[in-house]
Nanobody, 127 residues
Framework: QLHVVESGGGLVQPGGSLRLSCAAS????????VAWFRQAPGKEREGVHC????????NYLTSVKGRFTVSRGLANNMVFLKIANLEPEDSGIYYC????????????????????WGQGTQVTVVS
């Protein structure tokens, strides 16, 4: 069974950047749509960015754009989320989620559409 594990979170100052990693084991991320979600304390989990399973097209899941970049690793068993110019509002737990690619390429926006979830990695942005 596919398992995904996030890493790369940490404590950063506003304006800094991070690259989060999602690594797969027990299977491959090939032909899986992979999405990043985040959850801040006291708030609901929200989608951030994703990369589609068939064509590796990036899609934003929220209105927050421009500072987030999603990409696949060359071996296709890793997906990355780069966050630039971090803001305190970006703080939270970031989760990687995967689901098998759909017949029509694209990303699901709802968290309940994803089957495989990691435990999350904490991002804290503070001066």
């Amino acid at each position: 069974q596919l398992h995904v594990v996030e890493s790369g979170g940490g404590l950063v100052q506003p304006g800094g950047s991070l690259r989060l990693s999602c690594a797969a084991s027990g299977g491959t991320l090939n032909y899986n749509t992979v999405a990043w979600f985040r959850q801040a304390p006291g708030k609901e989990r929200e989608g951030v960015h994703c990369i589609s399973g068939r064509l590796a097209n990036p899609n934003y899941l929220t209105s927050v754009k421009g500072r987030f970049t999603v990409s696949r690793g060359l071996a296709n068993n890793m997906v990355f989320l780069k966050i630039a110019n971090l803001e305190p509002e970006d703080s939270g737990i970031y989760y990687c989620a995967a689901e098998p690619a759909r017949a029509q390429d694209g990303c699901a926006a709802e968290s309940n559409e994803y089957t495989y979830w990691g435990q999350g990695t904490q991002v804290t942005v503070v001066s």
